[in-house]
């Protein structure tokens, strides 16, 4: 049986388009992803699991003061941030497109 006639393989190509989306998709990309402004440097870094950015209740500024971060999430919530700091990493399921 060749391809056109497996119900499977056409299923299966109904998924193509938002994988490939993902697999395109960068974390320099995402709307989640800051600047993040400390006295000495600015690093990168996601701010997706801060509670207020994450559901979108406050706009995501492109760059945020690290104070701001150690407020609402402590010094724990910030290296939390940090762990994302590759622009070029794959995204991850909660990617939003920057706008
Ligand atoms: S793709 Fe995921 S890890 Fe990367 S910045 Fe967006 S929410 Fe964070």
Not at 2 to 24: C, F, Q, T
Not at 43 to 67: F, Q, S, T
Not at 74 to 80: D, F, I, M, W
Request: charged residues 30%; hydrophobic residues 35%.
């Amino acid at each position: 049986m060749g391809h056109k006639n497996n119900v499977l393989w056409e299923k299966h190509r109904l998924y193509l388009p938002d994988m490939r989306s993902r697999a395109i998709h960068r974390c320099k990309h995402c709307k989640f992803f800051v600047a993040i402004r400390g006295k000495a440097e600015t690093r990168r870094g996601c701010v997706v699991n801060i509670k207020a950015y994450g559901n979108l209740e406050k706009p995501v500024p492109p760059v945020i003061p690290v104070m701001d971060i150690i407020k609402r999430v402590g010094l724990e919530g910030l290296e939390e941030c940090l762990k994302h700091s590759d622009p070029d990493a794959q995204s991850c399921g909660q990617f939003t497109l920057k706008q």
